[in-house]
């Protein structure tokens, strides 16, 4: 089980950013897969998630509205769509995911998942 986050860069506030996810030695639609960010000297923070199957997706209440998840099953690759962007968003940006399957349901607790792939880092300038 392997995962490659990807598509950070330096963006203006107020700018789009679109993080991929890409899995490997896995089908991404069969577990629950979380996004989440840790900016320095502070824990890492659940930004949202997708469930297996129907895909079900939650949000945290810092980038709800702004950030989107999305997956395309033909390219086995996860999607986070960061919009409105302002430097709190700041961080390196990780997915993960949890072997624990719930229909409908994933966490934004970090402690649930089980493999992490390599962070993407994410810059908003003001």
């Known amino acids: 089980v392997q995962l490659q986050a990807s598509g950070g860069g330096l963006v203006q506030a107020g700018g789009s950013l679109r993080l991929s996810c890409v899995a490997s030695?896995?089908?991404?639609?069969?577990?629950?897969i979380g996004w989440f960010r840790q900016a320095p000297g502070k824990a890492r923070e659940g930004v949202g998630c997708?469930?297996?199957?129907?895909?079900?997706?939650y949000y945290s209440d810092s980038v709800k509205g702004r950030f989107t998840i999305s997956r395309d099953s033909a390219k086995n690759t996860l999607y986070l769509q960061m919009n409105i962007l302002n430097p709190e968003d700041t961080a390196d940006y990780y997915c993960?995911?949890?072997?624990?399957?719930?229909?409908?349901?994933?966490?934004?607790?970090?402690?649930?998942?089980?493999?992490w792939g390599r962070g993407t880092q994410v810059t908003v300038s003001s």
């Open positions: 997708i469930s297996s199957g129907d895909g079900a997706t």
């Open positions: 030695g896995f089908t991404l639609d069969d577990l629950p």
């Open positions: 993960a995911a949890d072997f624990l399957v719930i229909p409908g349901q994933c966490s934004l607790h970090s402690y649930e998942y089980d493999a």
